[in-house]
């Protein structure tokens, strides 16, 4: 075997870093991580990064129940060549990518982000052009029937005030969160806590995630107003899906950067730094 030949073999071992993938979140595209791959390579010279390719823009709107099997195929793709890598998931694309943790059997994810994710679900219409335009506390008419389960949006919104109708009518976020019981539940929870690390990122100055506790599992009491953190959340209480366990030996961490709107989360410096750059290599 000649040396080039070994070389080209090994190249893409050869820095010792975890490969860095990513999933975007709504109405983006795999162009939002471009500063992120910048810090990255700079950090970690030689690592490998992959911002994903699908769904983009309008296309992300579809329903997640049609995108995690996607996102989940080309995960693997790269962790079948690659090995173990981290995956980083923004906005949206933070939710996606943990479900993608537990639809994937066997996987080779050591570490998880989610950057500025929706994690225990979205209640509260934000100021940007959504395909949701109505009254927060409306919504759940458009989004718990058939037609709005069609809608990425609707996957994960999480009515305080209408939990039973929530566990029955939402198919996507209940079902990953293991509140309702499915013949994937055990898998769901086994293949999560397969997980080394899950970092959790978000901050109050947030203006799209709401509660922006979102982004670190905590969600809205019944009166839509108190904040339960994630630690007194069922999911976790009740070990659902397996966030307890990781927590328990020490696989969880939250990251908290103040005064950063929703967009300006994979361009800012400073959250790359605080929150992303110590889970990388």
């Known amino acids: 075997m000649t040396v080039a ?3 080209l073999l090994l190249c893409p071992f050869a820095s010792g870093y975890r490969p860095l993938v990513m999933i975007h979140g709504l109405d983006d595209d795999y162009g939002v991580f471009d500063d992120i791959i910048a810090w990255a390579q700079a950090a970690f010279p030689g690592i490998q ?8 823009g309008d296309a992300s709107r579809v329903t997640l129940r049609r995108q995690v099997p996607v996102w989940a195929k080309m995960v693997t793709n790269i962790t079948d060549q690659y090995g173990e890598i981290t995956l ?8 996606v990518a ?15 982000i ?7 679900g979205q209640y509260g219409i934000p ?3 959504y395909p949701i335009r109505m009254a927060a506390p409306l919504v759940y008419t458009l989004c718990y029937n058939p037609g709005g389960q069609q809608v990425s949006v609707c996957d994960y919104w999480n009515d305080p005030r209408r939990q039973r109708l929530y566990r029955k009518r939402n198919k996507f976020l209940p079902l990953f969160n293991n509140l309702v019981n499915s013949s994937l539940s055990a898998a769901f929870k086994s293949n999560f806590i397969r997980l080394a690390k899950f970092v959790m990122i978000g901050g109050p100055g947030d203006d799209v995630i709401m509660p922006w506790q979102s982004a670190h599992y905590g969600f809205f009491a019944h009166d839509r107003e108190t904040i339960v953190p994630y630690r007194r959340q069922q999911f976790y209480t009740h070990d659902s899906f397996g966030l307890r366990s990781l927590d328990e030996r020490g696989g969880v961490h939250t990251c908290t950067v103040d005064g950063v709107t929703h967009t300006e989360w994979p361009r800012q410096q400073r ?4 929150c992303i750059e110590p889970y990388l290599g």
């Open 88 to 95: 980083l998931g923004y906005s949206q694309g933070g939710l």
């Open 271 to 274: 959250v790359f730094t605080k």
């Open 127 to 129: 100021d940007t052009p």
């Open 114 to 120: 989610a950057l500025s994710s929706p994690g225990a």
């Open 98 to 112: 943990r479900t993608v943790v537990e639809y994937t059997n066997d996987s080779r994810i050591h570490t998880l």
């Open 49 to 56: 990064t992959f911002a994903l390719s699908a769904f983009n």
């Open 5 to 7: 030949l070994v070389l």
